[in-house]
């Protein structure tokens, strides 16, 4: 695949209904995971992984945090004069139309003009994978699609309205349903498509004129019978994010080594914002078991089968059971956590208790002291 044939169009708010804990004032791309990373940076890399050299991160509202984190793109390699990072933010639609795509790419539209790559990939940023983008476009163009949506098999998400797919068996879409209920195992949309970039903008123009705005219900469900819409079914170890248990879930699954190294594969490295910190700080008094531990942190109490971020500190004979503790919280003597995600510099006093449950995990909003 030719890197120059190839933009990138992100969308890190999306999802952000989904966990409405974390982004009042982040995007959900913003939102961190895995110790150290945000949940752009799976799709970014993956884009980046392909050979992708340009990408637009197309920005509805609460995007400080995603401009911050993604700054130049220097972490991506898309620092660059020709090309690179482009930070796109609303112009010229109501609040309640950024909620689809069609709006978005309407008030793009010069870019995309200005860009002339052969096709766009449009991606969500609520899937934690390591997923090869560039088979994903060479089955695009061997098909002869006009649309390629990318696909996982299995049960749908808890509480995430998707596209359900039937198709034939050269994978061509025959009919779409779009629901948050389905039973068993289903074709189920993952929100990355590759389409032909004159194609999507002829559809945009299309359907700004009718007054629509979603991508999936305008586009892709109307057009099912009259254009060549072709599923991708994704090889790879993927994870959804589309609650705060799913969230708490996929963390979870990274203190298993066979996953992490689903996830993270060695000549398709996940990049993200490097910080400069001191190694974690484990004192006298300190007990940790299987868990991930960041920069930063210094630890005396006991830690098990838990993530903490950079700059967590767990003071003497406090006890961190099953949790996920974000930038900056600190954790006071005696104090007993099991199942809580705190969001950053949340402050924990000495001898307080906070208990959750595998099925019900409780977060704590940022800054708050308990």
Request: net charge neutral; proline share 4%.
């Amino acid at each position: 695949m030719n890197r120059n044939t190839v933009l990138g169009l992100l969308f890190p708010n999306m999802h952000d209904s989904a966990l409405p804990e974390f982004t009042q004032n982040r995007s959900m791309g913003s939102v961190p995971f895995g110790g150290r990373y945000r949940l752009v940076d799976f799709t970014l890399s993956n884009l980046v992984n392909a050979g992708v050299s340009k990408v637009g991160v197309v920005t509805k509202s609460n995007y400080q945090s995603m401009m911050d984190h993604l700054g130049s793109g220097k972490a991506w390699d898309l620092s660059r004069k020709a090309q690179g990072l482009y930070f796109l933010p609303p112009f010229g639609a109501a609040e309640d139309q950024y909620d689809g795509r069609i709006a978005p790419l309407n008030g793009i539209r010069r870019f995309l003009y200005n860009s002339r790559h052969d096709y766009v990939i449009l991606s969500d940023c609520n899937v934690v994978g390591n997923i090869d983008y560039r088979k994903l476009v060479e089955a695009h163009i061997e098909s002869g699609a006009e649309i390629t949506a990318a696909c996982l098999r299995g049960t749908l998400p808890e509480n995430m309205a998707s596209p359900i797919f039937t198709t034939a068996k050269n994978g061509r879409i025959t009919d779409m349903v779009i629901t948050d209920r389905a039973e068993g195992e289903v074709l189920y949309g993952a929100g990355l498509y590759v389409v032909s970039r004159t194609l999507l903008m002829q559809l945009t123009e299309d359907a700004v004129s009718r007054n629509q705005y979603s991508f999936e219900w305008d586009v892709l469900q109307r057009h099912v019978e009259d254009r060549r819409l072709y599923t991708y079914e994704i090889p790879e170890f993927a994870m959804v994010i589309s609650s705060l248990g799913s969230y708490f879930k996929a963390n979870m699954a990274l203190l298993d080594p066979q996953t992490r190294a689903k996830v993270f594969v060695p000549h398709r490295p996940i990049y993200t914002k490097v910080r400069d910190c001191a190694p974690a700080l484990y004192g006298l008094h300190a007990q940790v078991s299987d868990s991930l531990i960041a920069d930063g942190c210094k630890i005396d109490g006991m830690v098990r089968d838990s993530i903490l971020f950079r700059d967590v500190q767990v003071d003497r004979d406090a006890v961190i059971d099953h949790c996920i503790l974000m930038q900056g919280s600190v954790i006071g003597d005696g104090s007993e956590l099991q199942y809580i995600i705190t969001d950053k510099n949340v402050c924990v006093r000495d001898r307080r208790s906070l208990k959750g449950c595998e099925e019900y995990p409780i977060s704590v909003k940022k800054g708050t002291m308990v």
